[in-house]
């Protein structure tokens, strides 16, 4: 893939060294793959220990060093030569400190080929958090209504965003709809509304990962199986009597989704909505009825599980019966 537009920064707009070193204590919501998360010998890549975490953050908090980053980042397909990168930086700096700045990037962020130094992909997508905000601005919206009611109580949904967080919550029963971290700039605060279909979409790489049995945090296989809805201590939970659960033992991530989100990306479920002139790929995800509650969904039986999802539209229904581990045992049409 070639970059598409560059868009030059000046060293004024890069965030200062203290808003890097904030990184270190900020809880990633984005799936950034740390440099020292590699395999060990054992092959495993376990726990990064909050030393090792902190060691990665200290070597970006330093004024020379962002800048590196900050040039680096500007032209990601380039390769610049020792004495380039040293006369791109703002001000004169020694030769020797230089270097050891640059070294203490290599091998995390940097590397070193025989053309130049160019950043890594863990480099590249520092560069880019940075870049979007997610760190070093801040946005506070006051409420503003989603453009649906909620289907447990009624009341008028609501999207909040807050220090990062947006959420989409019923504040009648509290069920929450949705909750992603963004960076500030994904929202524009005269026109908040336009952002709904696009966090949508945010939201459906993470479905369309988990309903793929992938962890998408750390691309591993994961363990999904069903669970009644009174088990799980998640908020909202017990709205549904039966949930999807995924879980990663790589990485230790998990997630919940309602039966309807599961089997979103079936195709026998797009391409039936498909006939009937509905794309439920592209309708935000929580305003398809099917997906969200579990009135669509009938447990068959719970030792092994056997659950069904049906669908109606005009005079048609679609039913997809799924096993233990959600795999689709039958789809068939049928008219009513
Ligand atoms: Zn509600
Ligand atoms: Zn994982």
Redesign the pocket.
């Known amino acids: 893939m070639l970059p598409h537009r560059r868009v030059y920064r000046t060293k004024s707009e890069w965030p200062d060294a203290g808003s890097l070193r904030a990184l270190g204590e900020t809880v990633f919501g984005f799936p950034m793959k740390l440099p020292s998360m590699a395999h060990d010998e054992n092959g495993d890549t376990a726990h990064q220990s909050a030393a090792a975490l902190k060691e990665t953050f200290a070597t970006i908090g330093n004024e020379t060093r962002a800048e590196i980053l900050r040039i680096l980042g500007e032209d990601p397909y380039a390769e610049l030569s020792f004495s380039e990168l040293r006369s791109r930086m703002g001000e004169d700096i020694d030769s020797g400190q230089f270097n050891y700045h640059l070294k203490q990037l290599r091998g995390q962020f940097v590397d070193r080929t025989d053309d130049g130094y160019t950043l890594r992909p863990e480099g590249v997508t520092l560069y880019r958090l940075i870049r979007a905000g997610s760190f070093t601005q801040e946005l506070h919206l006051e409420p503003f209504g989603a453009g649906f009611d909620c289907y447990f109580c009624e009341a008028a949904v609501e999207a909040r965003y807050e220090t990062g967080v947006f959420e989409l919550v019923c504040p009648g029963c509290a069920y929450q709809y949705g909750k992603a971290r963004l960076p500030p700039s994904a929202i524009d605060p005269d026109e908040p509304h336009a952002a709904l279909s696009l966090i949508d979409q945010y939201l459906r790489q993470n479905i369309l990962a988990l309903s793929g049995g992938v962890?998408p945090?750390?691309v591993?296989a994961l363990d999904v199986g069903f669970v009644p809805g009174e088990d799980v201590w998640v908020e909202s939970a017990a709205e549904l009597d039966v949930l999807v659960e995924y879980s990663?033992d790589?990485?230790g991530?998990g997630h919940y989704l309602s039966v309807g989100l599961s089997l979103l990306y079936e195709s026998s479920l797009i391409s039936f909505f498909e006939d009937h002139g509905v794309d439920v790929t592209s309708i935000p995800h929580w305003n398809l009825e099917f997906a969200i509650t579990n009135d669509a969904v009938t447990v068959r039986e719970t030792d092994p599980w056997e659950v069904s999802l049906t669908v109606s539209r005009d005079d048609e229904r679609l039913v997809i019966v799924v096993d233990d581990d959600l795999t689709v045992l039958e789809s068939y049409r049928e008219a009513g």
């Open positions: 962890c945090f750390c591993n990663c790589h990485c991530n």
